[in-house]
């Protein structure tokens, strides 16, 4: 499978551009989508599914083009919108089954079968007969989770899949994500998380305002943050002058005061060591010090 983006663009009614000329190729395997809130993840999101249409450009996946064979690329797809909804008067099981038909599997043993399997791999199938409207925010995560796995897509898309997650269901989700990747199949995880791509991903790409400013494998992000990345020992006097002068990702207190993990270029002035850089790390000081430069 391969999904060929190229010179992608959409400018909405008021005006907005959400993306500008956005070129991407995505292979088989797990690929995230990286970015602040307003990059226009979501926007590329719904294109890719075909749920808007661009203002300009292409998308292909594999020889068939997203505008002229709608429907057979809509047969491929397996979608989780960040806004996920379901029918409130269904059972649990009874959406899910739902979902399975609309993704192409026919009624009988073989579909009820599945729909049991993906209620276990998520973990609901102990509230299978539970009113859907009925389920905690999490269990409906993982709800939305298993529509988007049923039936066995192609093409997975996943808009903030582990929102509304606790850590134990993230690493379950991942684990499950990860699994699937090792078929022939494309999933295109678009989150806010660091840790949900940097655990997952061979290839990424990051977005901002709507322009791809990165696109590589995370450890090439990771290296462009080598050599700065610092742990300050930090006295009370001196924590507020290092939040004003860095961008901090992390605080922990300490006998003397404060260890201050910050990104920036050079530091002087205070007692500082290099550590290495996480994919956090590499994405707080790509946005605040290398933006303007596209990295690929």
């Not at 806010?192 to 696109?215: P, R, Y």
């Amino acid at each position: 499978m391969k999904i060929s983006i190229n010179q992608l663009n959409k400018i909405y009614k008021n005006g907005t551009q959400a993306l500008k000329d956005v070129n991407l190729e995505i292979e088989n395997g797990m690929f995230g989508l990286l970015g602040p809130n307003g990059a226009g993840k979501s926007t590329l999101m719904r294109i890719l599914v075909t749920l808007m249409k661009p203002s300009s450009g292409t998308i292909k996946v594999n020889d068939w083009d997203l505008q002229k064979n709608r429907r057979q690329i809509r047969s491929l797809l397996g979608y989780l919108p960040q806004d996920f909804r379901f029918f409130s008067k269904l059972k649990t099981w009874e959406f899910l089954d739902y979902s399975a038909g609309l993704a192409g599997l026919k009624r009988g043993k073989l579909r009820n079968q599945q729909v049991d399997e993906m209620l276990d791999q998520v973990g609901l199938y102990e509230v299978r007969d539970r009113m859907a409207n009925k389920l905690s925010g999490g269990m409906k995560r993982r709800l939305g989770i298993a529509q988007a796995l049923i039936g066995d897509p192609r093409i997975i898309v996943v808009d903030e899949p582990t929102t509304g997650l606790d850590p134990e269901e993230r690493i379950k989700f991942r684990n499950l994500l990860s699994d699937m990747s090792q078929k022939d199949i494309i999933i295109v995880l678009s989150t806010h998380i660091v840790a949900d791509i940097s655990s997952t991903c061979k290839n990424m790409a990051l977005l901002n305002e709507g322009e791809v400013v990165f696109n590589g494998p995370p450890e090439q992000l990771i290296d462009v943050a080598k050599d700065h990345v610092f742990l300050i020992q930090a006295t009370m006097g001196d924590f507020e002058t290092i939040k004003e002068q860095f961008p901090v990702i992390s605080t922990i207190p300490s006998e003397t005061g404060w260890e201050v993990q910050v990104v920036a270029d050079t530091i002087d002035g205070f007692n500082a060591e290099k550590i290495h850089p996480s994919l956090e790390h590499a994405y707080v000081y790509f946005m605040e010090y290398q933006q303007d430069r596209t990295v690929y």
